[in-house]
């Protein structure tokens, strides 16, 4: 089964709403990471967070790692027509980078 | 943007043909990634590579062979393309050996076989 799921699959809100994604995943990680992936496109790396961090900001997100409840969280604050994409936590505690289903995020305007 | 392409973006082929699928990257970064995407769904890993003659399966079982000759190029290639290997191929790569590092994305191959 995957290392990574992520909740909700799909999220929609107005435009300048906050966005929050949840991951979770079954075995002890190093780090987790979050991508980001415009329709028909490549993933883009968007910010990694070590197992020994509680908390991470760069710009507009802001993930949140709970290694005890094996939980972390996406936020982006303010979104934008720009920021609907989906959005991949990726673990690495089976030895390889496992990527979650992904939240498929839409802002409407 | 990550300096790493994929040729051709799109494909649409007949059963039973061989294709390619290219990958190269500037960025000398030594392992490189595919995997496998349907839509909606998540990254599989196919195969991947440590560097030049290292080629390794990944978790999802595939059909598809790959080989490194340069550190810059990672092609896929299907001897006799099959409408199940319809799919979207991700290349991606990362600078270093560990897994747990971040990982550059081309824009992916969507591949129909008829």
Redesign the interface.
């Known amino acids: 089964s995957?290392q990574g799921e992520e909740d909700p699959q799909a999220l929609s809100i107005q435009e300048g709403e906050n966005a929050t994604m949840n991951c979770s995943y079954k075995t002890s990680i190093?780090?987790l990471?979050w991508?980001r992936q415009n329709s028909?496109?490549?993933?883009?790396?968007l910010i990694?967070i070590r197992s020994n961090e509680r908390e991470k900001h760069s710009g507009r997100l802001r993930v949140t790692l709970d290694t005890s409840k094996k939980s972390s969280s996406l936020l982006i604050t303010a979104s934008r027509a720009a920021d609907t994409a989906?959005y991949?936590c990726a673990t690495?505690g089976a030895?390889?980078?496992v990527?979650?289903?992904?939240t498929?995020l839409t802002i409407n305007p | 943007e990550?300096d790493?392409y994929?040729t051709p973006r799109y494909l649409v082929i007949g059963t039973g043909k061989k294709i390619t699928l290219e990958c190269s990257q500037t960025m000398g970064h030594d392992k490189m990634y595919w995997?496998q995407q349907d839509p909606?769904?998540?990254?599989h890993?196919i195969h991947y590579s440590y560097g030049v003659n290292s080629t390794e399966k990944?978790?999802l079982s595939s059909e598809s062979t790959v080989s490194r000759i340069r550190t810059e190029h990672f092609p896929l290639t299907l001897e006799s393309a099959r409408p199940s290997h319809t799919s979207q191929y991700?290349?991606?790569s990362s600078d270093r050996q560990?897994?747990?590092d971040?990982?550059?994305?081309?824009?992916?191959t969507?591949l129909t076989v008829l």
């Open positions: 995957q190093n780090n990471q991508y028909g496109r490549g993933l883009v790396h990694l989906s991949f690495d030895q390889k980078l990527f979650g289903q992904g498929r | 990550a790493i994929q995997y909606g769904m998540e990254l890993l990944g978790d991700l290349c991606a560990g897994w747990t971040t990982q550059y994305f081309g824009p992916g969507r």
